[in-house]
T-cell receptor
Framework: DTGVSQNPRHKITKRGQNVTFRCDPI?????LYWYRQTLGQGPEFLTY????????KSRLLSDRFSAERPKGSFSTLEIQRTEQGDSAMYLC?????????????FGPGTRLLVL | AQKVTQAQTEISVVEKEDVTLDCVYE???????LFWYKQPPSGELVFLIR??????QNEISGRYSWNFQKSTSSFNFTITASQVVDSAVYFC??????????FGAGTQVVVTP
């Protein structure tokens, strides 16, 4: 059973550029979550998918952010017109639907640095 | 609103000492779930334990144990006989029944030989 994978692991970009991150959840997990973690803080919820439906978005997810999960499998998170404040670790997690409060398993994260 | 407070910013111990991490939470939900995750220097969050609001039985799993007290809204976590590999940031997290996690700020544990 492979874990959650994320690509790329590191991304350096210049302010104003667009970036896209990919998350592959554990197979057969139908729930997928995106979080953002800045230095010295705990992860903060960004958005959540159940299958291909995006069910909730945090206020942290500005109009420059968009997430998709087109076939209910992998997901992408795109940031348009990046700003220095977007520099953070972007974490993806997945969980199954067997029970409420199902444990979320996290990927290794994508560390973004905006210059 | 939900909130998780980890008052300890950093704990330093010598190997083989026990380490107890405090976690206090706030929620209006009657059904909720509590978690502990470990984040080593590599950055990946590793799941450790999960507890639901209806089960206050405290347990031990290897060198890990936890003390869940609903009356004081606390979910403390203990590492017995710490090892250098336990050095990491530990996060307490709270979720309602559908799974969005609210994390605390984390506690850095430093174990020296």
């Amino acid at each position: 059973d492979t874990g959650v994978s994320q690509n790329p692991r590191h991304k350096i970009t210049k302010r104003g550029q667009n970036v896209t991150f990919r998350c592959d959840p554990i197979s057969e997990h139908n729930r997928l979550y995106w979080y953002r973690q800045t230095l010295g803080q705990g992860p903060e919820f960004l958005t959540y998918f159940q299958n291909e439906a995006q069910l909730e978005k945090s206020r942290l997810l500005s109009d420059r952010f968009s997430a998709e999960r087109p076939k209910g499998s992998f997901s992408t998170l795109e940031i348009q017109r990046t700003e220095q404040g977007d520099s953070a670790m972007y974490l993806c997690a997945s969980s199954g639907q067997q029970a409420l409060g199902e444990t979320q398993y996290f990927g290794p994260g994508t560390r973004l640095l905006v210059l | 609103a939900q909130k998780v407070t980890q008052a300890q910013t950093e704990i330093s111990v010598v190997e083989k000492e026990d380490v107890t991490l405090d976690c206090v939470y706030e929620t209006r939900d009657t059904t909720y779930y509590l978690f502990w995750y470990k984040q080593p220097p590599s950055g990946e969050l590793v799941f450790l334990i999960r507890r639901n609001s209806f089960d206050e039985q405290n347990e031990i799993s290897g060198r890990y144990s936890w003390n869940f007290q609903k009356s004081t809204s606390s979910f403390n976590f203990t590492i017995t006989a710490s090892q250098v590999v336990d050095s990491a940031v530990y996060f307490c997290a709270l979720s309602p029944s559908w799974g969005k996690l609210q994390f605390g700020a984390g506690t850095q544990v430093v174990v020296t030989p």
